[in-house]
């Protein structure tokens, strides 16, 4: 049972009732989950493999572009603490949704922009923010969003070594770098 470097807690256990997940992916997943495992609210942050169609992909298969899927960050938090549209906002301002299949230096479909909406909510959000950050950029002189938003589908877990890699590997690669401009968040969190 592999047991999360920050949370101290397994990763393999069912979410807890009462929790929510949210699937993004932003690029390499590394500095994506270490985006993420810092917030306030964040209970657990996995990293792997989704929106493809090859059974429990393993990373050298995902890398060759075949599989169809993207590396994600598997977020579980408690939306009393922190909203799915502050996820969003995390989300939009931490890299360039405009870059189609790469993310900077790292090109490939694996890198691609994704949005896995779990439920018609998360999927009514992520659509109204794209839309919303997508004219933000124009102003901005950046090309249209090249996300993509996913109805639920299979999360597949990384390898163990790459789970909180960054947090093993404090020198370890980071390409998360945004845009600057930022994405609006029309609900505020919960107190």
């Known amino acids: 049972m592999t047991t ?13 009732h009462g929790l929510d997940q949210a699937i993004f992916g932003m690029g390499c ?3 994506v989950e270490r985006l993420f495992w810092k917030q306030n609210g964040v209970w657990l942050t996995q ?3 989704a929106g493809g169609a090859t059974e429990n992909p393993t ?3 995902v890398k060759t572009g075949t599989t169809g899927h993207a590396e994600v960050v598997r977020i579980v ?27 900077g230096n790292d090109v490939g479909s694996q890198y691609r922009s994704l949005i896995m909406a779990l439920n018609d909510s998360q999927h009514s959000a ?5 839309i919303d950050y997508d004219n933000r950029l124009a102003v901005g002189g950046f090309g249209k969003i090249t996300t993509q938003i996913v109805g639920p589908g299979r999360f597949w877990p990384a390898h163990d070594a790459h789970q909180q890699y960054l947090e093993k590997n404090p020198d370890g690669y980071c390409g998360l770098k945004g845009t600057g ?3 609006s968040m029309p609900n505020p969190d919960p107190i």
């Not at 999360?4 to 807890?16: G, L, S």
């Not at 909203?83 to 299949?101: A, C, K, M, R, V």
């Open 77 to 103: 938090f408690d939306s009393s603490k922190i909203s799915y549209d502050h996820l969003l906002q995390l989300f939009w301002e931490n890299h360039d949704p405009t870059q189609g299949d790469r993310q």
């Open 4 to 16: 999360h470097a920050i949370f101290n807690r397994p990763m393999d256990e069912p979410v807890p």
């Open 29 to 31: 997943y590394w500095g």
């Open 126 to 130: 992520a659509e109204a923010s794209k």
């Open 181 to 183: 401009i930022e994405a």
């Open 59 to 61: 990373y050298d298969q």
């Open 47 to 49: 990293v792997g493999f």
